[in-house]
């Protein structure tokens, strides 16, 4: 198909800087990226038949991740040290 409708996964490197200027970095071509993305993720860890621990699982440690690069300043400022 197009370049333009082929996923990141299936371009090929020669084409990237190709697909990447083909891209909206609009407002509202974001947000369509990031729903697109969500469904998907959805679509193969979440609404499944017989699904696992594994979509929930990953949720919670990206947000543990998350959180901890968020505060890593002040963890960094309080943990304890042997030479000051």
């Known amino acids: 198909g197009p370049l333009t409708e082929r996923p990141l996964m299936?371009?090929?490197?020669?084409e990237l800087h190709t697909w990447i200027s083909t891209?909206?970095?609009?407002?509202?071509?974001l947000l369509g990226a990031v729903q697109r993305a969500?469904?998907?993720?959805?679509?193969k860890y979440i609404h499944v038949r017989q699904g696992g621990p594994a979509g929930i699982s990953m949720l919670l440690a990206g947000y543990c991740l998350l959180s901890?690069?968020?505060?890593?300043q002040h963890f960094k400022r309080?943990?304890?040290r042997k030479y000051h």
């Open 38 to 43: 969500w469904g998907s993720y959805c679509a």
């Open 78 to 80: 309080h943990r304890w």
């Open 23 to 29: 891209c909206s970095f609009s407002a509202q071509g």
């Open 68 to 72: 901890y690069g968020w505060n890593y």
């Open 10 to 14: 299936e371009v090929r490197l020669g």
